[in-house]
């Protein structure tokens, strides 16, 4: 449909053109007067007036340049979400924003039960009030893990680290007496004071409790231990046999570690070797907050002396399965 619009005279234009004929219109102008004036457009089928043509062309214009402005505002707004994480741009402002809507996603869903498979024995203010004070002898987790063996646990992850040997007064205490007993003498040619011996060498195998925790964890062979990386401005040192055992065997210093970047550290806290030798596998236990100190997801791999390290929670669960 074209039609020719001009303005009223009193803005100070007049009205000259003409009505191309058009199907079902008609093709004159009326009602404008001799001297010139606001014309008057109608059509043969519907009457209108050109005012009224005028003010419905606007309108129309007027909604398709705001759905037209909405589509553009629309797409832009997506590619802005979409695009960084597509391409894996790191923009603060939008990664804030994902964090936040991640928060309110995991709010709405709400907690979710780990399963009857799973049963977490903590360290808490009821078990420190029956068992006493912490740190406790690793005699009560060498209990522990015997009585959860037998209940029919088929791998036990311990999240806890053994860094120092632990210090028994009463083992320290029998290593005197022997020392004693030694430098006095008392051994020459007596069985009596022999067999004395014999016992209180006994009593401080006894009493060494890394030893009777390290023996429970080889007789059961469920045992995952923890291990943490630390930053470190020192080289890499040299890691032990049994911590090189278990990196991951794919990308256990090999070229394909070239093709990824994760983290590394350049030292690992250990328990002692006793109790280290004696797991069946170490996973590490470190987490990374995201940048508003928010812990939200754990971490597959961490790199140490050119090799991959699983957590805790994949050795145990590849050993359950």
Not at 53 to 76: C, D, E, G, P, Y
Not at 138 to 154: D, H, K, P, T
Not at 201 to 215: K, P, T, W
Not at 292 to 318: C, M, T, W, Y
């Amino acid at each position: 449909m074209v039609i020719f619009f001009g303005l009223d005279h009193n803005c100070g234009h007049k009205v000259t053109g003409s009505v191309p004929p058009i199907s079902g219109f008609s093709s004159t102008i009326r009602g404008m007067p001799a001297t010139g004036g606001t014309p008057r457009l109608r059509t043969a089928k519907y009457g209108r007036s050109y005012d009224q043509a005028l003010f419905s062309h606007l309108i129309m214009r007027l909604f398709l340049s705001q759905k037209k402005l909405s589509f553009i505002l629309s797409v832009t707004i997506s590619l802005v979400l979409i695009l960084p994480i597509a391409f894996e741009i790191d923009i603060p402002f939008i990664h804030s924003i994902e964090l936040k809507t991640r928060d309110l996603r995991f709010r709405e869903r709400g907690p979710v039960s780990p399963g009857e498979n799973i049963l977490i024995v903590a360290i808490d203010d009821k078990s420190i009030k029956a068992i006493g004070r912490w740190p406790w002898p690793r005699s009560v987790f060498a209990q522990l893990i015997a009585e959860l063996y037998e209940a029919g646990a088929r791998v036990i992850g311990f999240d806890l680290l053994f860094t120092e040997a632990e210090t028994n007064s009463e083992k320290i205490q029998l290593q005197d007496l022997i020392g004693s007993h030694t430098q006095l003498g008392l051994l020459d040619g007596n069985a009596a004071s022999q067999a004395f011996f014999d016992e209180m060498v006994d009593a401080v195998d006894a009493a060494d409790n890394d030893r009777l925790l390290s023996s429970v964890m080889e007789e059961t062979g469920h045992v995952v231990s923890a291990m943490a990386f630390v930053s470190s401005s020192n080289k890499p040192n040299p890691f032990p046999a049994y911590l090189e055992q278990n990196a991951y065997e794919s990308f256990k210093k090999t070229s394909l570690l070239s093709k990824f970047s994760p983290v590394s550290f350049q030292e690992a806290l250990l328990s002692v070797s006793i109790i280290a030798n004696a797991s069946s596998q170490i996973g590490f236990v470190n987490f990374i907050p995201d940048p508003d100190g928010v812990i939200r997801k754990g971490i597959l791999a961490l790199e140490h002396g050119g090799a991959l390290f699983a957590p805790l929670s994949v050795r145990v669960a590849q050993r359950y399965f």
